[in-house]
């Protein structure tokens, strides 16, 4: 069976400061992970996803992720946030499989203070 | 790009009464999903469809009906709504490609029992 955790419920960090939303999964094969985030009253919009190659992914607005096998990990990380980083952030995997249903972790939900 | 519309952003209906969450999208993907999202619990999957008429329960499919009528809309109803179902229903799309299964999300519709 596939799993995601995210195991910080709330961050608290520091306009200007660097960030990491940790996500730890588990499943037998070759994953695809995503990050997602929701801002208030929004949908999920999708940041940076990894399927293959380079370990390390770029999305949008500086964040980036790192995919580590042998943790079983998928890290976000962002050098400085901004109060506008302030929202949830979701951690997917889906199986490396022609289809799959992602499976979500719980949410992480950010705050940045001044 | 695409959009996806979910109507009515906040429903509000009598316990015990039958209540439907529409879902359009202009993607031409293939694949729609609902979500419930609780508060602190990420996303639970209730049904999804992969075509047209077709119909795939998730984990959380007991007390909703689903159809799938048209390749652009997605409809969800709750058969008696409780209390204790107060959620926000998120309406999702995807498309398969070679880095994967990637959802697209709408801004979600929020259910409330009275």
């Known amino acids: 069976a596939q799993s995601v955790t995210q195991p910080d419920a709330r961050v608290t960090v520091s306009e200007g400061a660097s960030l990491q939303l940790r996500c730890k999964y588990s499943?037998?094969?070759?994953?695809?992970l995503f990050w997602y985030v929701q801002y208030p009253r929004q949908g999920l919009q999708l940041l940076l996803k990894y399927y293959s190659g380079d370990p390390v992914v770029q999305g949008v607005n500086g964040f980036e992720a790192e995919f580590i096998k042998s943790n079983s990990s998928f890290h976000l990380r962002k050098a400085s946030v901004h109060w506008s980083d302030s929202a949830v952030y979701f951690c997917?995997?889906?199986?490396?499989?022609?289809?799959?249903?992602?499976?979500f972790g719980q949410g992480t939900s950010l705050s940045v203070v001044p | 790009g695409g959009i996806i519309t979910q109507t009515p952003k906040f429903l509000i209906g009598q316990e015990g009464q039958k209540l439907t969450l529409k879902c359009q999208q202009n993607?031409?993907?293939?694949?729609m999903y609902w979500y419930r999202q609780d508060s602190g619990k990420g996303l639970r999957l209730i049904y999804y469809?992969?075509?047209?008429?077709?119909?795939q329960k998730g984990d959380l499919s007991e007390g909703y009906d689903a159809s799938r009528e048209k390749k652009s809309s997605f409809s969800l109803t709750v058969t008696s709504a409780q209390k204790n179902e107060m959620a926000v229903f998120l309406c999702?799309?995807?498309?398969?490609?070679?880095?994967?299964?990637?959802?697209?999300f709408g801004e979600g519709s929020r259910l409330i029992v009275v």
């Open positions: 997917a995997l889906g199986a490396s499989s022609s289809f799959s249903k992602l499976v």
């Open positions: 499943y037998s094969g070759t994953p695809y």
């Open positions: 999702a799309s995807s498309i398969v490609t070679n880095s994967g299964n990637t959802l697209y």
């Open positions: 469809s992969i075509t047209e008429n077709d119909l």
């Open positions: 993607f031409n993907h293939d694949t």
